[in-house]
């Protein structure tokens, strides 16, 4: 950990285990070694917590971070918000890559899960769409597959043992939690074999296992 | 204009006149005023642009930015990932605020927008939904207004002129877009007070009038 001059409050990260957007800032966060609180928060139907965060975040969702005892903005969500943060905060180790371009693909690479994939295949998109459990896999997996052919179109351009290249970013961040719950929707990989080498690799970082969903499951 | 030490090259962006997400990326260039050539791509059903766009963009999606003539990663696509490389090589005027806990609530509201909003709205949303007029146009206000609702709960925080106080920030840049979507399909901003004021604020200035979706109709 490597905090630049500024005060930061203590942190405390409202979260659920298998969230995939949970696993993001939880991941950044165990890459950094930045000192932070866990909070469960199950959000799912039937789950009493929702009214009580929205109270935090006002889209309901997990993860939220809270800048504890800060008088003004003490919440802070969405994942990529909070990485920049983080990122910013706490330059080193950075999750991006040194020169302008090469971040900016990053940042694409990390949007074509956070704003092209995973919005549309989370459950509350689901409810939204159909009670059919037929229909919701479908479309489920639909999303899935759209997200992960182009994230494995473009990787292409750049990867190595990750998907940029040699140096874990926060686009591996964004992808690994993401085939997470492809494995979930019964999605393979075979027909993604950067992401799937991808994955590999960067499910063997002491970062990763420190922040997988199997650590924080509930006993 | 004001570029960091670094030779760019000659840019392009490929845009749609009413893609919100377009607008967003004319938008910050117009308010850095950094200089670039557009090209208008049609994607709507029927449109024969989609395939060769593809090969720019693996999601089919607009605004894609071409660095002309760079051999290596010449086309960036997502409007985050974009405008974020346009912060970084053209920080003057910024459109963040300068303490990290102010930038990153901006790119919170910016990501109701562009996560929690648009991608749930968009056209290839409504298509994979449903087929029946009535149920698309329940769909994509539901989405709308789910949004918009949680940004006013949000920005009621922060706002002053603009989502962030005095300063037009990205938060601004991809809210007012998303109303511009709003309207089309007739959501209203009667029940959004601060979006309603920030919105006419917004329109007002000089960067928004320079890129608004009327300046780039089709004749």
């Known amino acids: 950990m490597n905090?630049?001059?500024?005060k930061v409050p203590k942190l405390r990260l409202y979260h659920y285990w298998r969230s995939s957007s949970?696993?993001?800032?939880?991941?950044?966060?165990?890459?950094?070694?930045?000192?932070?609180?866990f909070v469960a928060v199950d959000l799912l139907p039937g789950a009493s917590e929702s009214a009580e965060h929205r109270k935090r975040n006002p889209l309901g969702y997990v993860p939220v971070l809270e800048f504890q005892g800060?008088?003004?903005?003490?919440?802070?969500?969405?994942?990529?918000?909070?990485?920049?943060?983080?990122?910013?905060?706490?330059?080193e180790p950075s999750l991006l890559p040194g020169n302008p371009l090469e971040r900016a693909r990053a940042?694409?690479?990390?949007?074509?899960?956070n704003s092209g994939t995973q919005p549309l295949q989370n459950l509350n998109a689901q409810d939204e769409h159909t009670k059919d459990p037929v229909e919701r896999k479908r479309w489920t997996q639909h999303w899935i597959r759209n997200?992960?052919?182009?994230?494995?179109?473009?990787?292409?351009?750049?990867?190595?043992?990750?998907?940029?290249?040699?140096?874990?970013?926060?686009?591996?961040l964004f992808l690994v939690p993401q085939c997470y719950n492809a494995a979930r929707?019964?999605?393979?990989?075979?027909?993604?074999?950067n992401i799937a080498r991808i994955q590999k690799n960067a499910l063997a970082t002491p970062s990763c296992m420190a922040s997988h969903p199997d650590r924080f499951q509930p006993k």
Chains 1, 2 share one sequence.
């Open 3 to 6: 905090a630049v001059s500024l």
């Open 22 to 37: 949970s696993w993001r800032v939880r991941w950044a966060f165990a890459y950094k070694e930045i000192a932070c609180d």
């Open 70 to 91: 800060q008088p003004h903005l003490p919440y802070l969500g969405e994942s990529i918000a909070i990485i920049e943060w983080a990122e910013e905060v706490f330059p």
């Open 107 to 113: 940042r694409q690479l990390a949007e074509i899960i």
């Open 147 to 172: 997200g992960l052919q182009a994230y494995e179109t473009l990787v292409a351009e750049t990867a190595g043992p990750f998907s940029m290249g040699d140096q874990l970013t926060l686009a591996d």
């Open 185 to 193: 929707n019964e999605v393979g990989l075979d027909a993604y074999p």
